[in-house]
């Protein structure tokens, strides 16, 4: 998630409303026309499916309901009279029910008594709204009895939190854990039951001893009645905070309420290893260098020059690449360096930042010329062009990096030197 992107999802209310009625009623055995009378209107969430009484009667409902009821007793009406149950909307003015009908068609002479039952329901093309409601009951076309009630919002809870070393786009945990490397991103990730507006959660990222590492807010803005997640995410390394291995936790907050406060680690791994003993070896140049476990190499090759390309196993903002050639023709190598930098800081149209060189000697013992070139784009990332120039028996060996310094740095520094330290003549 983007943080800030957090599904925000839109449910859209539509004005159809699948409607359901039903009657129960018994023949009045009379002498003459009976007392026609109606009872109040009940207005319940469930009835029992062969007398149409009420169950679990209520004056508010979550706008999470299935359905709701209207009931109203009668007795004394004949089965040519007419009944109708109205619903309005009173906060949007709209009419979603409106059902007349006859008491018993079949028997139109005959009086009756019973209960008569509506409801409006949810379904997957329907919600029913927020707001409150008017439900009014008439005989023959003349008002008899009303009744109201209030659907509401319902107030959000978190069912469950997790964290995790990757979510899916749902923001879902795909990874749980409660370790991390250095070099990865904790996301925790908050589970509810609803995402209802107005409503803000807030992670607070903090070290063992309490000192705060970074606090982030999101405030739900779309209303969406199903089990949801809502996540949080720390980086790790390249972040605006350096995090260091060790015990930290995350508190996480409903509407300024701790929830409650969890705990995860934080752990140095290698950020680049050889153990797989990838070797890429060169007769005509005599060399082999070694390549990181699980990154992979694509080799070009003319009569004067070899090139290894190592590409990291994922998608990531850097370039390695390392070559060898006759060392006569990049001679001097600032200047080589220098016009390879200025080409490619152009094309990236790159704002020169600094310039810092060095000599130093390999793990092999070999004397090396080490240039980095410091640039910033146009969205003020900072990104670096490292070389490394060996020379040994007239040929020269060069290991070039381009990076994202600000996000791949360390990585790309682990990578750059352990490969450079595997490097042996033949």
Not at 44 to 58: F, R
């Amino acid at each position: 998630m983007q943080k800030t992107n957090l599904k925000k999802l839109v449910i859209t209310l539509l004005i159809f409303m699948l409607i359901i009625t039903a009657g129960f009623c018994t023949v009045l055995i009379t002498c003459g026309p009976p007392k026609l009378a109606f009872e109040q209107i009940i207005i319940y969430k469930d009835i029992k499916k062969d007398t149409n009484e009420p169950i679990n009667p209520k004056s508010e409902f979550e706008i999470t309901s299935k359905q709701i009821y209207a009931t109203i007793k009668y007795t004394g009406a004949k089965g040519s009279d007419s009944w109708q149950f109205k619903w309005a909307n009173l906060d949007t003015g709209e009419i979603v029910l409106d059902s007349t009908k006859k008491y018993n068609e079949s028997q139109p002479e005959a009086y009756f008594q019973g209960i008569i039952a509506s409801n409006i329901v949810t379904t997957d093309e329907a919600k029913i709204f927020q707001g409150t409601y008017k439900v009014e009951y008439y005989h023959n076309g003349e008002l008899k009895q009303s009744s109201s009630f209030k659907v509401v919002k319902p107030e959000i809870q978190i069912l469950e939190f997790s964290t995790a070393s990757e979510i899916d786009i749902k923001g879902a945990p795909v990874t749980k854990t409660e370790q991390f490397n250095i070099n990865q991103i904790v996301y925790a990730c908050v589970k509810l039951d609803y995402l209802v507006t107005g409503n803000i959660l807030k992670a607070i990222w903090k070290k063992a001893d309490d000192s705060l590492i970074e606090e982030e807010e999101i405030e739900i803005t779309s209303d969406y009645y199903e089990p949801s997640y809502i996540w949080f995410s720390l980086e790790l390394s390249g972040g605006l905070t350096p995090i260091e291995p060790g015990a930290h936790k995350v508190e996480i907050y409903l509407n300024d309420n701790l929830y409650d406060t969890f705990d995860f680690e934080v752990i140095m791994e290698a950020l680049a290893t050889f153990n797989q003993g990838t070797i890429f070896s060169d007769n005509e140049f005599g060399f082999s260098i070694g390549i990181p476990d699980n990154w992979s190499y694509q080799e070009e090759k003319s009569n004067d020059l070899v090139s290894i390309s190592i590409i990291p196993p994922e998608d990531a903002p850097a370039e390695f690449v390392f070559m060898a050639t006759g060392a006569a023709a990049i001679k001097p190598y600032d200047d080589f360096i220098k016009q390879e930098v200025e080409k490619v800081a152009k094309e990236k149209n790159w704002t020169f930042a600094d310039l810092i060189a060095r000599d130093y000697n390999l793990k092999n013992g070999t004397p090396t010329r080490e240039i980095m070139y410091l640039y910033t784009d146009s969205s003020n990332k900072n990104w670096a062009i490292a070389y490394s120039i060996i020379e040994y028996k007239d040929n020269a060996y060069i290991y070039k990096v381009i990076v994202d310094d600000q996000v791949y740095g360390d990585i790309a520094e682990a990578v750059y030197y352990g490969m450079l330290d595997t490097l042996i003549f033949k």
